[in-house]
């Protein structure tokens, strides 16, 4: 079975800078990256790379900035309130989960004074390109109930659990 829209996917995934460094690897973790194809899940450049692949294929797909999480925008980089962070011991290189006009955003804190601190909320990646080693493991058709979320749901989960309604 190939990978196509409506289709669950199954990766393990290196991700790498232009260093060379990794910068999240899926077999450290408990398990593999299982995600919606063509929901928006991934971003659009290895959804691209993604379409068709079948369980075995690996793949390195690079993307740079501005395909993958975008150019670094200074003005993004700005001085806030100390008392908007109630962290008493908060550092440089600490990063926070905020709510933003497009949804969740993540803030870095890039300097701290006794009145101030300076937040970053370019994503973290921004401005680098980016190179993933890919192995696909499993290619499955979506439930009915992933397909009305969005995304892949834990196994055992039914779609009697989710709200009831037709998906096209």
């Given amino acids: 079975m190939n990978i196509t829209s409506q289709h669950v996917a199954t990766l393990h995934f290196v991700l790498t800078n232009t260093d060379d460094e990794a910068l999240d690897d899926s077999r450290q973790r408990a398990e593999p990256l299982e995600y919606l194809h063509g929901h928006d899940n991934l971003l659009p450049g290895l959804e691209r790379a993604l379409e068709g692949r079948q369980p ?6 690079t993307l740079v900035a501005a395909d993958a999480y975008g150019e670094r925008d200074e003005a ?5 309130g100390r008392q908007s962070f109630p962290v008493p011991d908060l550092e440089p290189g600490m990063c926070f989960q905020t709510p933003g006009e497009a949804g969740p955003q993540i803030v870095t804190v890039v300097a701290v004074d006794a009145d101030s601190v300076t937040i970053d909320t370019n994503h973290p990646l921004a401005g680098q390109t980016l190179t993933w080693q890919l192995e696909v493991l499993d290619v499955r058709p979506a439930t009915r109930a992933e397909l009305a979320k969005g995304h ?15 998906v096209l």
């Fill in 56 to 61: 075995g294929e690996q793949l390195s797909v």
């Fill in 76 to 80: 993004l980089v700005r001085q806030v």
């Fill in 152 to 166: 892949p749901l834990p196994p055992g989960v039914e779609a009697s659990a989710v709200e009831d309604r037709k």
